[in-house]
């Protein structure tokens, strides 16, 4: 079956985009007028692959969907900007080379998806990417009492720490994380649930190119509700009037605690209202205000996220913190919380000396020494 969808990649190739030569032609006019949109129904004659939700994006002339490919999960990304493509190769090629950081859960290429294919539809650089038969972190806390839930969550967020930690180390960065973009794979050998970080398209770097505290202007705060832009999901620096710069690193950090609120409350912290019918979004105006409030006076407003995990509770407000200057990147987290958040999830961890554990064992070495050593 995969030999059969791989010739139809191959096989499958589209007029490339072209354009009439005018002078003050407006790009996205002539994209609209040479370019047909892709719909589901394109990949009916593509052998065991199924469409199983399109996802919705603001942008133009791209097309996401979560796929089943024979017994696999996957995602298929179409796009007219070719570097797009070309960086989720460049990443798929690099992502067994990363380095486990002692203290942290160890993870592999394995806790990322798989690379099966690019080709050509219709003018777009469509990708192929699949990962083990799952479900998403959305999905699998659903039905969870509040005890199964404090039970399972601080294995998977290690693990989720643990894999961010992992692309840094070869230069990547992950954006957009959220509940959707976490899958959750049941092991039958061990109660610890396993995790994989889908969604190759949100990781962007250069390997080997490690890059710390990396800038740019993002403003998807009043662009319109997608999969990548969930309401609810991004930092009060997402809000501001004008464009600015902002780190990436931090939005990853906000976007994460947001994904740790949204797995104990059932909704993002902001953007929504419970009711007897589940939950209701806010008007658009209400939530750009809530967040232009955060960024001024620096205070959460969100309802409680009942957890008894305190660990788990701690690491969700380090990450929630309004001040984008207080609030530590992923790489920066303090490695004795999420070491006592691992207590006892039954992951496993990397062995190994940090900067930490080596002063500690120098005290140590210098105490044995002279016992009358002071600390």
């Not at 396993?194 to 890059?211: F, N, Q, R, T």
């Not at 309401?231 to 004008?242: A, L, M, V």
């Not at 990450?319 to 790489?331: F, G, Q, V």
């Not at 958040?341 to 140590?364: E, H, N, P, Q, R």
Request: hydrophobic share 35%; charged share 25%; with cysteine.
């Amino acid at each position: 079956m995969k030999r059969a969808l791989t010739v139809a990649f191959i096989a499958a190739v589209a007029a490339m985009l072209g354009c009439d030569g005018g002078a003050h032609a407006n790009p996205a006019r002539v994209i609209a007028r040479d370019i047909d949109p892709i719909t589901s129904s394109d990949w009916s004659d593509f052998s065991g692959l199924n469409i199983t939700k399109k996802l919705p994006q603001p942008r133009s002339f791209e097309y996401h969907a979560r796929v089943k490919y024979n017994d696999k999960e996957g995602m298929l990304v179409c796009t007219t900007l070719k570097f797009k493509t070309e960086r989720m190769k460049h990443v798929a090629k690099h992502l067994s080379k990363g380095i486990n950081r002692p203290g942290l859960a160890i993870v592999s290429a394995d806790s990322f998806p798989k690379l099966e294919g690019t080709m050509m539809v219709k003018g777009h650089y469509c990708t192929l990417t699949t990962w083990p038969k799952s479900m998403s972190l959305k999905e699998y806390v659903r039905n969870k009492r509040p005890e199964e839930r404090d039970r399972v969550l601080p294995a998977i967020f290690v693990q989720v720490i643990s894999a961010l930690s992992y692309l840094q180390s070869m230069g990547f960065i992950y954006n957009y994380i959220n509940i959707e973009s976490i899958m959750i794979r049941s092991n039958m050998a061990s109660e610890v649930p396993e995790v994989i970080v889908a969604d190759l398209h949100y990781i962007s770097g250069k390997y080997g190119v490690l890059k710390t505290g990396e800038y740019a202007t993002i403003r998807s705060g009043d662009e319109p509700e997608s999969f990548e832009n969930e309401r609810g999901y991004r930092p009060p620096e997402d809000y501001k009037d004008s464009d600015t710069l902002v780190s990436k690193e931090k939005v990853t950090s906000w976007m994460l605690g947001a994904t740790i609120y949204d797995s104990l409350a059932g909704m993002p912290p902001y953007g929504f209202t419970k009711s007897l019918n589940g939950t209701v979004p806010w008007k658009d105006a209400k939530l750009k205000q809530v967040m232009e409030d955060l960024r001024k006076f620096g205070k959460n407003t969100y309802p409680p996220a009942e957890t008894s995990n305190n660990h788990l509770a701690t690491l969700m407000k380090t990450l929630l913190n309004c001040d984008p200057r207080a609030r530590p990147a992923i790489s920066k987290l303090n490695l004795q919380l999420i070491r006592e958040l691992a207590g006892g999830s039954g992951v496993k961890i990397a062995i190994g000396f940090t900067a930490t554990d080596m002063w500690s064992f120098f005290k140590l070495a210098v105490r044995t020494v002279n016992p009358f050593t002071r600390n």
